[in-house]
């Protein structure tokens, strides 16, 4: 049975109500933020609790809120606005596809080089979420009109579905690593059959 420890206040005032979490690797920090606390109770020690605080409470229903953020603002929205509050500046794609850089930007420019350009009327269908601490798994499909060149196959004009599975790894709300598989066989025979 995992223990429960004190993490911080949610008023950020000493002695009033205090946050409970179980997960050994925060009580290790925030062990360390209240014997700070302790030490020097107003100043340094109410700044370091407010930051283990805020990356101790994301719960997993908040990790899944980014990640359907993401597919549905992001690639469905096509508003690439909000990539900075929702990808961290130290973000690595792990299944980058090449001549794209592992990070943010990356991201970015797949979306708007390939995604975008090869489908027209795309949209987002999560089937299922998974999470666990700070990663989240997600199985999805993109859907779409095939209207440009896509894994060297010209438009064809069809309705075509991409099935994804997705694994993310948030570090304090925001995107830290990316793994991705695309059927990519299924594609393929989609365009061309």
Known sequence: MPRKHLCSTNDGKAGQTWTFISNNLILRNCLRC??????????????????????CTMTTEQNKAVITRFNKEVIEGKDLSIMDEIFNPDFINRTVRPGFSPGPEGMSRFLTDVLWKAFSEIHVDIHSQVAEGDMVSTRKTIGGKHIGNFAGIP??????????MDMVRLK???????????????????ISG
């Open 155 to 164: 438009a064809s004009g069809k309705p075509v579905k991409l099935r994804i």
């Open 34 to 55: 209240l014997k700070r606390f302790l030490r020097n109770p107003w100043k340094k020690a109410l700044i370091s609790l407010h930051w283990w605080f805020k990356s």
């Open 172 to 190: 304090e709300g925001k995107y830290a690593e990316h793994w991705s598989v695309m059927d990519m066989h299924d594609v393929i025979k989609q």
